[in-house]
């Protein structure tokens, strides 16, 4: 089973300011097989980004993602108001398809 | 337009069987590569895979779930069905069903319905 890890637990930043979230696999994710997802309270999570780069429809192109093997990145340039929430990647390399620990992203 | 949702008990009693039905629309379990799967959360904690069925009845399961757990698919009704035995207290989260596009490529799961949240109590 590949475990990810996310980091950091929580960041706390200012509207405008641009925000690195990693997540990192305990073996490589075979294809790229990655995805990203934003979660806001009380909602279902909605998918951003998947295979580690590709932005899902109707995504803004302040959010991207990059990495392959064991290292991803999703970075969030000049945060929007509406970006705070919790973000949390999940692997489809192999099953079980297994998520992260999630990124609490907060407003400073 | 692409949509799920997901019924069953609000609340269920300590060691009995959880039944979840995902009811969906705007696709078909008969296109190949698609996947229907579920996800759950407890209160305030995170997402966590449980299981997949894909158009061909293949099956993928969370290795600590896997005894309890089983997923079905009725294309006819476009539902999918998960069971979980043995409920417990543990198991209270939101259960959320979720839409894979295509087995073939690194999508991820792209649609969700709105979750329903099962509360276990005796």
């Known amino acids: 089973e590949i475990v990810l890890t996310q980091s950091p637990g929580t960041l706390s930043l200012s509207p405008g300011e641009t925000a690195t979230l990693s997540c990192r696999a305990s073996?490589?994710?075979?294809?790229?097989?990655l995805a990203w997802y934003q979660q806001k309270t009380g909602q279902a999570p909605r998918l951003l980004i998947y295979?580690?780069?590709s932005r899902a429809t109707g995504i803004p192109d302040r959010f991207s993602g990059s990495g392959s093997g064991t290292d991803f990145t999703l970075t969030i340039s000049g945060l929007e108001p509406e970006d705070f929430a919790v973000y949390y990647c999940?692997?489809?390399?192999?099953?079980?398809?297994?998520f992260g620990q999630g990124t609490k992203l907060e407003i400073k | 337009q692409i949509t799920l949702r997901e019924s069953g008990p609000t609340l269920v009693t300590p060691t009995q069987t959880l039944t979840l039905t995902c009811t969906f629309s705007?696709?078909?379990?008969?296109?190949?590569?698609?996947?229907v799967g579920w996800v759950r959360q407890p209160p305030t904690k995170a997402l966590e895979w449980l299981a997949l069925?894909?158009?061909?009845?293949?099956?993928r399961y969370s290795p600590s779930l896997q005894s309890r757990l089983t997923i079905t698919k009725d294309t006819s009704k476009n539902q999918v069905v998960l069971t979980m035995t043995n409920i417990d207290p543990v198991d209270t989260a939101t259960y959320y069903c979720?839409?894979?596009?295509?087995?073939?490529?690194?999508?991820?799961?792209?649609?969700w319905g709105q979750g329903t949240l099962v509360t276990v109590s005796s």
């Open positions: 979720a839409r894979r596009p295509n087995y073939y490529d690194n999508r991820g799961l792209d649609y």
């Open positions: 705007g696709f078909s379990l008969r296109t190949r590569g698609v996947g």
């Open positions: 069925i894909y158009w061909d009845d293949d099956k």
């Open positions: 073996q490589s994710v075979s294809g790229s097989s």
């Open positions: 295979g580690a780069s």
């Open positions: 999940q692997q489809f390399g192999s099953s079980p398809y297994t």
